[in-house]
T-cell receptor, first 110, second 116 residues
């Protein structure tokens, strides 16, 4: 299976703290993306990192990619209650379809 | 510019009935993807379509499931003779043409299918 895995499965932090989620995958990729899903809603794209990139920033988000370890991390700094959601990594291997991980459920406590 | 529209949002079917899920991609998007999500799980790829063509259906069950994206109108995911195990949220996503290697997908709100 090409599906990735996120770690941890669930994470609970206080508002203002940083949240780190990890993703591991199995195959070579063209890019890796992170998506957010609020309860009962569709996914929203957050950030894309190409296979030749090692780090990328977008606002309070920082993504790293280590292709030798087939892993990525998503860091959310200064978390807010509104960041409460499930976060998924997705890998793109060349065809247009994406393979999603199992997700990390983040709860930010006000 | 409307986003990806899926309907219905909720669909209840009895075992053996047919379920039809509709997806209208974002304006200008010619790639459509269907995913299935079970509770507390990630999305599982089902099928990737372009107008009038199925590009990749490697995630589709071999029986009872079919998908189309006609020249005119929405993409349809059809499930015949539904069983309880088909109960899930089905998400559609779209992306613009020429987006290979930049395949950011835009998701609809999903259709929640419940099979009684």
């Amino acid at each position: 299976s090409q599906q990735g895995e996120e770690d941890p499965q669930a994470l609970s932090i206080q508002e203002g703290e940083n949240a780190t989620m990890n993703c591991s995958y199995k195959t070579s990729i063209n890019n890796l993306q992170w998506y957010r899903q609020n309860s009962g809603r569709g996914l929203v794209h957050l950030i894309l990192i190409r296979s030749n990139e090692r780090e990328k920033h977008s606002g309070r988000l920082r993504v790293t990619l280590d292709t030798s370890k087939k892993s990525s991390s998503l860091l959310i700094t200064a978390s807010r209650a509104a960041d409460t959601a499930s976060y998924f990594c997705a890998t793109a291997t060349g065809a247009n379809n994406l393979f999603f991980g199992t997700g990390t459920r983040l709860t930010v406590i006000p | 510019n409307a986003g990806v529209m899926q309907n219905p949002r909720h669909l209840v079917r009895r075992r053996g009935q047919e379920a039809r899920l509709r997806c209208s991609p974002m304006k200008g998007h010619s790639h459509v993807y269907w995913y299935r999500q079970l509770p507390e799980e990630g999305l599982k790829f089902m099928v990737y379509l372009q107008k009038e063509n199925i590009i990749d259906e490697s995630g589709m069950p071999k029986e009872r499931f079919s998908a189309e994206f006609p020249k005119e109108g929405p993409s349809i995911l059809r499930i015949q003779q539904v069983v309880r195990g088909d109960s899930a949220a089905y998400f559609c996503a779209s992306s613009p043409p020429g987006s290979l290697n930049q395949n950011i997908q835009y998701f609809g709100a999903g259709t929640r299918l419940s099979v009684l």
